[in-house]
Every structure is written in C-alpha cells, then in structure tokens.
C-alpha cells in the first residue's frame, strides 16, 4: 500500500495523471447508473473519466479495490466549523437559548483568527476522515477581516472542498466589515471560479436572536446577488419564520441560489412557497431532534411533500456527532418511527424512506442545495472525483449483501479505507494523509483553553 500512495503522489505531480479503481461495488447516487454490483471508475486529473465493468487504461496506475464499495463522498451542508475545539462541551445542551448564550454570547467572543483556523481545520480534517469530501462552514464568527481569512485558509491547507458562507457574529464587538468585506473575500480567494472552495453569504431567518441587521431581506439579498454567489439561511424555525418565507416569496428572494436550513415547524403555505420557488433545504436531523429545536422533528416528511429533496448537514459540534452517518441514521430511524406510528391503529400503510433516500440527500442533494450539483455528489462521468474507498469486508460490515445498505447502516469511518477529493488522496490505507497528530493535539488545547479562559468557562 505504501507503493501504491507513493505512486499516486508520484503521478498527482501531473496534470495528465490517471487512475483506476477495479473490482469493487460502485455505488454512483447517478439514477442513470445506479448501482454497479462490480465495475471499475476511471479517474483523469481531477475529473470522473468513466465508470463501468471491465475499464481498459493502459497508462493508469491500476488499485484493486475488491471487496470495496465506492461513493461519492458525502456533502455537509451546514457546520459551524470554528467550534471545533469546543466539541462536545454541552452535550445535554437544552435548547436553543442555552447553546446561544453558552456559546455565541459566551465564548464567540473571545476568538482570535488563529482560533478561527485551529477550529476549522480540525473539523474538516475530520470531515475528510469520515468520508465527507465537501463542507459548507457556515462561518458565524467573523469578527474582523483576519477572522474570515483565517477560516478560508484553514479550508484551502486541508485540501477539502470547502464553501465558506460569511457571517458576521451574533453579540460582542466586531470591526463591522461584513457583508462588505464579502467581496474583498471573493477577489482574494474565490476569483478563479475553478478551485476547491467556493463562497457564499450565510445568514439567519429573521431578528429574534441577534437583531434585524442579520435577518434575511432585499438588502442581503441583493449583496449576494451583486457577487453572483448563494445565500444560506440558518435558524429557520416556526411561525415567525414562515412569515418570512412568504415575505421573501413575495419580493422575489427565494430560488435555487438560497438554501434555509432546520426548517422545522415550519406552516403548509411556507413550505409551498418554498417548493414553489425552488428554494433548497439543508436538514440537521441530529440538531433538531436532540436540542429540541421547535418541533424537534426533521422536516424530511414536509420536504418531501412539496417535492424538496433536502441535504444533510452536522451543525454544531459541541453537542452533536461529526460524521454523516449518524445523520442518515437519526433521519432514517426518526421518519420510519414517526410513519408507524402515524400509521399504527389505522390500518393505513406507512409512508417510509429508506436507506437509498437518505444516502441520495448526503449526497448529490446536499451538492445541489449548495450550488454543487454539476460538481460534486454522483459518481457520474464528467464531476469532480470525490471518492470514497469503503471497505466491506471488515468484521462490521461482511459479508456484502446490498451495497447501500452498507454504506448507511454498517460503515463508519473506520471503514473509510482511501478519500479522493479532486482526484487527490486525502485519506489512504484508514489514516489522513499530512497530519501531524501531536502537533494538531497541542494546537487544539492550546485555543481551547485560551478561550475558555477569556470566556470565564474555566
């Protein structure tokens, strides 16, 4: 194996590099290809150059994956990636108030750029590790000019591909540069258009949390839409929420371009003007449910509904699991659950999802509520390769029965064997490549305690 990784690195050196995958169970989340029983995928450069049985490449460094299932890597569409280092630190945290005050009030405010980076980049470093090849850092953090370029570069130094939605802080003092400084961000970092990272503007649904400056509205909107990027939309919630969805139906802020994310006990005419506009959704099915988050209940069932295939996203890691397996599970368990026992009694037969649902939206949906869809979240030829090696025959998951099945009940990231992003190896023989784990460890304390310390937890 170490051969085979000191080749790749070899061959990635230039641009005509190719690589192909062989033997194993390919799972493309392409409904055009479905799922291959045993095939091959050819990588060109940085692009899916064919998939199918019996590949032929005489030039390509040829990997036996048998015993394998590949996917796309899966696509998290909303994190707060600068909290990284606090994770779990309130993991019975109550509701909403609680993680708003412990954290955005409390201990937000005591970052420094160099926490901003140390926090982001030990999140998608994680991502990459649990298979997640694309992450949307819904970064809430950005104090000053520094903060922001902190984060991008911790997104870039990872080599995931990262979205990095601005936005300024809820509460303590800031240099009031956002969302002007958006388009000093895009000439800076995002002006190519071809790289791995992608910016869009990141805001909240309406004023109860931080005031109406951060609300979503024309004036937003129309930064946004005067950079020609996406807007997300976080704390989507309820009655106050809804009201808004139809304001903003009504000026014309919805479409494509703007995904709201949670979406929880949202009213029928909300969700249909959210259909009727093309609006994307972004589920957090672990936050909803154990925060308390209105309902509680991921909205999958009133996505769905309407016609909104929803993405998947982690949310805030000081309470919640970092992977997305655990969110197609939750997702999977909670809708099944709540279709039975809608059902139970009535003699009415149950409207469940399942497995292949849940993998689409971690997939090629989150691509597409992101403005990824023609980039990433399908094995389909002409994409970014962005692989994942998933071993199937490891004691947890033999013997290999339905591929699918596998990938969302059986496999965890321990199973992940090789991460390809961009046709680059990330992740080869169940390690991340280029970390210095003791180095990253005392980076890690070292911002944890500074800013519990400045923040008065400890």
Not at 182 to 199: E, I, K, N, V, W
């Amino acid at each position: 194996m170490n051969a085979t990784l000191d080749e790749l690195r070899r061959r990635a050196a230039g641009p005509g590099r190719r690589i192909l995958l062989t033997g194993a169970a390919i799972v493309t989340m392409d409904p055009a290809l479905g799922v291959l029983p045993r095939a091959d995928l050819l990588i060109e450069a940085d692009t899916i150059a064919a998939v199918g049985p019996d590949l032929r490449a005489d030039d390509a460094l040829v990997i036996d994956v048998t015993g394998a299932v590949l996917a796309p890597g899966f696509v998290d569409t909303h994190r707060h990636a600068w909290e990284a280092q606090l994770r779990r630190i309130m993991p019975d945290v109550n509701d909403l108030g609680e993680y708003v005050t412990a954290t955005l009030a409390g201990i937000a405010p005591a970052y420094q750029p160099q926490d901003m980076y140390v926090g982001t980049r030990l999140a998608a470093l994680t991502a990459i590790d649990s298979g997640i090849t694309t992450m949307l850092d819904f970064s809430h953090n950005s104090r000053t000019a520094a903060h922001s370029d902190a984060a991008v570069r911790a997104l870039a130094d990872t080599g995931i591909r990262g979205v990095h939605a601005s936005m300024r802080p809820h509460f303590g003092d800031w240099d009031g540069q956002w969302p002007a400084d958006l388009a000093r961000l895009q000439d800076t970092y995002f002006s190519s258009g071809d790289g791995l990272l992608t910016l869009r503007l990141a805001t909240l649904a309406t004023d109860e949390i931080a005031g109406p400056d951060l609300a979503y509205g024309e004036r937003l909107a129309r930064a946004a839409r005067d950079l020609g990027i996406g807007v997300s939309v976080d704390a989507v919630f309820g009655l106050p929420s809804s009201e808004a969805i139809l304001g903003w139906a009504k000026q014309g802020l919805l479409g494509p371009d703007v995904a709201l994310i949670h979406c929880t006990g949202l009213t029928p005419q909300a969700w249909q003007a959210m259909a009727d506009t093309g609006a994307a959704v972004s589920l957090a099915p672990t936050s909803d449910a154990q925060i308390g988050l209105e309902s509680a209940i991921p909205a999958v069932d009133e996505a769905l509904a309407v016609g909104i295939r929803p993405g998947l996203s982690i949310d805030v890691e000081v309470a919640l699991a970092s992977d997305m397996f655990t969110q197609m599970r939750a997702l999977h368990a909670i809708q099944r659950m709540r279709a039975v026992n809608a059902a139970y009694g009535t003699g009415e037969t149950p409207v469940r999802i399942g497995v292949a649902d849940v993998l689409d939206f971690a997939t090629l949906q989150g691509a597409r509520s992101i403005g990824l869809g023609d980039v990433t979240g399908s094995l389909t030829p002409g994409k970014q390769a962005d692989v994942l090696v998933v071993r199937a025959e490891d004691l947890n998951n033999m013997p290999l029965n339905d591929p699918i099945g596998t990938l969302v009940l059986g496999s965890d990231p321990r199973n992940i064997d090789a991460v390809f992003i961009a046709g680059q190896v990330r992740k080869w023989a169940g390690t991340v490549l280029d970390i210095d784990l003791t180095a990253l460890r005392e980076e890690v304390r070292a911002s944890r305690d500074r800013v519990l310390h400045a923040g008065n937890r400890r």
